[in-house]
DNA sequence: TTGTAGGCGTTATCAA
DNA sequence: TTGATAACGCCTACAA
């Protein structure tokens, strides 16, 4: 391996001081311009590299940004966060930062992680997905001013941090008016257990849009836990009423996957999912898709704000319009 | 947020020097006990961990490994790398060290990358996923004394460097003999193009089962590119035969879910898939998982060794033994 | 067993 | 516009 080139054999090699080279880095106005362009050619020719150790001794900032990877769900998931997160490091890589995981079992121990990478690394900013109600980690990070954007609404609180998300309601109402176009009138929905947060809003782009058709959704609408198992017990359960729903629209691919064997496959009885999933791709079922790629992006647009103090006029929220992925059922 | 302390702050408050601290940390053994206990009280009470951009200055190395995070694959993959990403900075925390993403587009931007993480972050070392046959960038790092590690065998060449990976036939070989324990005697193999590899691997896993068995597997392999309509496709062809097989094993899921599509979910010609994904678990695909979890320890493992120098007598290769996931048809 | 001195590579301050 | 000096926090060598 080669010598590493340091600022000072940089300096000596362009016959200047360490100071000038230093400003022709990082503040290039200063420095004539003859002299940068000596410079300049003498970082190409040595292949000097700032050492970012010393850097951020002196300056106090890591260049490095830290995002959870959380343990992968065991079924129809994943991936979403996989996308996610490709997204989020070719992004930060363009603004400069660098991108770091960390795991934790919870909350609490996530904030012993906080402690430990802005102690130790002195990590510059953290990107928090799936956050819920009364999260304690946001919390934690404004009270020690750190600065960070969480991937998902503040649901049901005040806070006003920066974030990005995805309108959930947005993507039903899309499925939703896909099935009506169809012909469809009796439209169930098959969510999670009510709650604030995500669940409720995927359920309200289905109701409203719904009502908005001139139809009743009352008795169309069913909750259960996130598994293929509950998705197939629930989408029985009505179609076994007396005027049972002719389309699912669904708040996960999971039950989606359980309404599609509820219903056999039929293709006269459309069912539509949320995430776009692997799952949906191999079972031909349409679903709502997420711009991960986007949400990553204004995820570190905000983040590279806050970390550079920039209290612009710009909006610190993103919301972000999903599109549906039509399918024919195999 | 409280004031920062240094290794100066606990010395002065434990009235001890700052190497007296340094030592507590970095060689107890040489510290009386008395003193050892007071400084780590200090320690304790003022909050104090030590810095790591000082400390990496120091030492020129910065507790920091790099994996790259690839362009999620369309369709049925992912997640494989989701669960291998989080068993890797899980597995690697424990071992002091943090995991620092990077993506690449090519081979040569990834070399690129490695010369930026290594001058400028002092990166400790990599681990490499997807290596093909004739992979610059092993020797790009072997060349330039960079520890690595590899998540796959160098296939077809000789290189002598650490690696983990997942023993495919031995995940083929199961399959095969689960089928023929059902009583099936034309099991089909539906794999990728050949070329030394994963492909072949999986591929000789299954013939020599079918072999070993008295059985001819002569007409029963056919290969396709990596998609559920490729499948699809060469499985009805087969299917076709005048001696159509009753069964299949498959070298992905991709190709599974297509085979299954042309069995029409037959449970009389049942499939078995590779890799055990979201799509395998959303129709009921029997499929070989790989152990990802244990492979990243592997990795970690085999990487720190690397990275201490620790050239002792254990073994710089690790091979898992997947296990079948059996599932009934849906 | 504990303390002192020096330097890792960078940038901020200030003087020339 | 450029250069000298000091400091960031830590660890290694050496002295006490």
């Not at 959870?68 to 930060?92: C, K, M, P, Q």
């Not at 802005?118 to 928090?128: R, W």
């Not at 999971?254 to 309404?259: E, I, K, P, R």
Request: glycine share 10%; aromatic share 6%; charged share 20%.
């Amino acid at each position: 391996m080669v010598d590493k080139a340091t600022i000072t054999t940089v300096a000596r090699h362009a016959s200047v001081s360490r100071q000038t080279v230093s400003n022709v880095l990082n503040a290039p106005h200063l420095v004539r311009d003859e002299t940068r362009a000596r410079v300049l050619a003498s970082i190409e020719a040595l292949g000097y590299r700032a050492n970012q150790a010393a850097r951020q001794m002196r300056t106090g900032r890591s260049r490095l940004i830290a995002v959870r990877i959380e343990r992968a769900y065991d079924g129809i998931h994943g991936s979403v966060l996989d996308l996610f997160l490709h997204g989020l490091t070719e992004t930060a890589s363009t603004a400069g930062y660098r991108t770091v995981l960390y795991t934790a079992a919870d909350d609490a121990g996530e904030i012993a992680t906080y402690e430990d990478l802005l102690a130790s690394y002195e990590l510059d900013g953290f990107v928090l997905t799936s956050t819920h109600h009364g999260d304690v980690r946001t919390a934690w990070l404004a009270e020690h001013g750190v600065p960070f954007v969480t991937f998902g609404r503040p649901w049901g609180s005040a806070a006003t941090h920066p974030w990005v998300d995805v309108d959930g309601a947005a993507g039903t109402a899309a499925g939703t008016r896909h099935l009506l176009a169809a012909g469809h009138r009796r439209i169930a929905f098959l969510g999670w257990p009510e709650g604030p947060g995500v669940g409720d809003d995927r359920r309200a782009g289905w109701h409203r849009t719904v009502r908005a058709a001139g139809l009743d959704p009352a008795g169309l609408c069913l909750t259960a836990p996130d598994t293929v198992d509950d998705g197939e017990r629930i989408a029985r359960e009505l179609l076994a009423t007396p005027d049972p729903p002719t389309a699912f629209v669904c708040v996960s691919d999971s039950l989606a996957v359980g309404a599609v064997r509820a219903t056999g496959h039929s293709p006269t009885r459309p069912v539509i999912g949320f995430d776009d999933t692997a799952a949906a791709a191999a079972i031909g079922l349409t679903s709502v898709r997420q711009p991960l790629a986007e949400a990553a992006g204004g995820c570190i647009d905000l983040l590279t704000r806050v970390i550079d103090g920039k209290r612009d006029g710009l909006p610190q929220q993103i919301l972000l319009t999903p599109r549906l992925v039509i399918r024919d059922p195999r």
